[in-house]
């Protein structure tokens, strides 16, 4: 593969694996709608972004289109590249050609996969494994999503969406949690738990699941399969850089992750999990207002993530604490709406903005309106409003001592950036 040209290069993953390909030498560019910190570092690491997304950017003589889940078949490029009769292929389908070979330790799960992902790699190269990693969100550890590793131990965070994780062919498979999620394309749990027992089906005999093994919508999965099973909670414990419960199991899953492709050690992993330093928007400090404020951001977006998150933070606040939350997908929000409600309740102020469409149209009825009220219904004080209008109630009602939290998968970080440069 000579050239690669890359539609939402701005993604998490689809960025991590820009970087990989580069490194392999293929010549890669992309485009996305607009500039962020990922499109900044991938600027920095020499592979062009086009900041808008127009038929005329696609290469002519590229081999291959590399889109993301969220761009669709009419946006301009991909049906450029059609015209040119390039070979348009998924992330994930991508991901699993260039995985192809390796021995894939691919970390999945509702929640926790992204830290659990970093720290397993973390491990393994402090252990001299010299694993490559994808992993969704930057890495404080490597100043990157992606890990350039010279083994064939290849570290993934393996996403449920569409079953697209089925592209990839474990040699370990973490599941970390399984909770229902990606409500628009999984109609139900049992669903969703079919996906994840089709991929365990995939890790061969040789190999190992990790995960809880007495988890209610994991246990049931676990019978008749050929790999063996690691149950991560009965891993001795390490004590993480860390905060949360949350980030305790994490660390369990990826060492025993690590140990089962490596021979690293109990004391190598206890120093690496205690100096991992995070992955950005997974409860991240990002410093303080002029009023003195402390601001955090995470990508939380699914109720238990907020509810554990926001329940982390109480420990940490003295005073009041406000939250942003921008909702993630119209389907989302409907159909998990009483838990979302009921998920705020260690806030003492809730402002929701906008539902973040994504992939979805707006459906007419879902709004961070109904949310708002749906949480005030449960004794918790909440309001919507726009960013701007967030951002300005955050700046005058907050005061030393208290703690702000912007949350969700969108791009509400922007809020807590604008808070503590103002």
Known sequence: MQKAYFIGIGGIGMSALAQYLKDQGTEVSGSDREASPVTSLLEEKG?????????????????????????????????????????????????????????????????????????????????????????GSLVRDFGSNYLKGASDLFVVEACEYKRDFLSLSPYVLVVTNIEWDHTDYYKTLADLQSAFRTLMEKVPADGAIVTDATHPNIAPLLSGLSAKIIDYTKERAYEPKLPGEFNLMNARAAAVAARAVSSVTDDQIAESVASFEGTWRRFEYKGKTAAGVDVYDDYAHHPTAVRKTLAELRKKASGKIYVAFHPHLYSRTRDLLPEFAAAFKDADEVFIAPIYPAREPDDGVTSNELLATKIAETGTHARFGTFEEIENLLNTESGEGDAIMTMGAGDIYKVADKLITN
């Open 47 to 135: 592979i062009s972004v086009h900041l808008e997304q127009k038929s005329e950017n696609v290469p002519e003589d590229a081999d291959v289109i590399v889109y993301s889940e969220a761009v669709w078949e009419d946006n301009p490029e991909r049906m450029r590249a059609k015209e040119l009769g390039i070979e348009q292929v998924s992330y994930f389908d991508m991901l699993g050609r260039a995985s192809e070979g390796k021995k894939v330790v691919a970390v999945a799960g509702t929640h926790g996969k992204t830290t659990t992902t970093g720290m397993a790699a973390r491990i393994l190269r402090d252990a001299n494994a010299s694993p490559t990693a994808v992993v």
